[in-house]
Nanobody, 128 residues
């Protein structure tokens, strides 16, 4: 099982910045991908950014709407992913969810398997 704890977010003025964190814990053998999604009222959940690390190679991916404004990073030693959000706009208002794909121990199986886990979500509101 993988547990995710998110922090950050809140009310931010347009043009301001915020930083989200998501720490993964549990019987994790390997984290393959970490990312952030968001869901605004009345809209579907969408990918904001994701990051993968293989050896010394790190690849990140961003939604077009946040390119140049948001930066995703990862601390492998802490199993933590961050999302630095700059130049925030009202349309960035949403609940942000952490998502992790990992090889972790499944107690029901008594074995390791690929698991996808979601955080509880954190509200980011961009408004003056």
């Amino acid at each position: 099982q993988v547990q995710l704890v998110e922090s950050g977010g809140g009310l931010v003025q347009p043009g301001g910045s915020a930083r989200l964190s998501c720490a993964a814990s549990g019987s994790i053998a390997r984290i393959d991908i970490m990312g952030w999604y968001r869901q605004a009222p009345g809209k579907e959940r969408e990918l904001v950014a994701s990051i993968t690390t293989s050896g010394t190679i790190t690849k990140s991916n961003y939604a077009d709407s946040v390119k140049g404004r948001f930066t995703i990073s990862r601390d492998n030693a802490k199993n933590t992913v961050y999302l630095q959000m700059n130049s925030l706009k009202p349309e960035d208002t949403a609940v942000y969810y952490c998502n992790v794909g990992a090889l972790a121990h499944d107690p029901a199986l008594g074995a390791y398997k690929a698991l996808t886990s979601w955080g509880q979500g954190t509200q980011v509101t961009v408004s003056s």
